[in-house]
């Protein structure tokens, strides 16, 4: 659950909307984001530039609340969501998240009933929220269905619409491993491979060779694709993945996989 989390308030905070307000208080919260401050100093520094900037008031409220749940502060997260929810009712981007992040908490506490509810009323109330921000809605209900509910037949449905809502990008990649990850315990190991496939190729060229790729990479089963498919889908990643240095022992990897067909 931790990790699950730790990939919500990754993802939360890209699409929270944070930096879109006046310039002024865009680039003091790009400082403080991209600073060496402890989360705590960052909470501190956030409030003071609402303070001056009240066009980022409710995005520094939203990432206030998820660094909270970062530091394992799910009380003070918890609050901090709420409060940010009523005071800034008609910042529809940053009330999602903060809905996203009262959600995380409450299944943290166990209240894996309220954290239900508030998911499945925020997509009711927020019908035009779309892309990156709504496959964070279905990736923490997916996880909800998944680890604490036990329902895997709920939540493998939600991760497929997330994988669809993102655009090549690691968290992209990211939720289509989780995709993989729920089928395989699900006994779905065949289509484990293939969502592993179309992951490496949508995501190649955007996020390159890095952990989460290889793994994807791994789980790909050249035996159930045989020689013709599987020679075309590493030709397609050697054409995608940037033959860059921090690139280069994942293109290793792939090109050894090639070698092995001739």
Not at 26 to 36: D, F, I, L, W, Y
Not at 90 to 96: G, I
Request: net charge neutral; glycine share 8%; proline share 3%.
């Amino acid at each position: 659950m931790k990790k699950c989390m730790g990939s919500v308030l990754a993802a939360a905070c890209v699409v929270s909307g944070a930096f879109a307000a006046d310039d002024a208080g865009r680039k003091e919260m790009a400082a403080v984001s991209t600073g060496n401050l402890d989360n705590a100093a960052k909470i501190a520094a956030y409030g003071e530039i609402a303070k001056r900037y009240p066009a980022v008031a409710a995005s520094a409220a939203n990432i206030a609340a998820w660094l909270y749940t970062a530091d394992g502060k799910f009380g003070e997260a918890l609050a901090a969501a709420e409060e940010g929810i009523k005071r800034y009712p008609n910042e529809t981007n940053d009330v999602v998240s903060m809905i996203c992040c009262k959600a995380s908490c409450l299944m943290h506490g166990g209240k894996n009933a309220e954290a239900l509810e508030a998911l499945n009323g925020c997509l009711r109330d927020y019908p035009g929220v779309t892309g990156a921000l709504k496959a964070s809605v279905k990736r923490i209900q997916a996880s909800l269905y998944f680890y604490r509910l036990n329902d895997p037949a709920a939540a493998v449905p939600l991760v497929r619409e997330a994988v669809e809502l993102l655009p090549p990008c690691q968290k992209s990649l990211e939720a289509s491993l989780s995709l993989a990850y729920m089928l395989k315990q699900t006994g779905a190991g065949s289509e484990c491979s293939a969502v592993c496939q179309a992951a490496v190729l949508k995501n190649a060229a955007a996020v390159g060779g890095t952990d989460e790729m290889d793994r994807a990479f791994s789980q790909v089963d050249a035996v159930a694709l045989g020689v013709e498919k599987y020679r075309e889908f590493l030709n397609g990643v050697l054409l995608r993945v940037p033959a860059v240095e921090a690139n280069a022992k994942f293109l290793g990897r792939v090109k050894s996989e090639a070698e092995k067909l001739k």
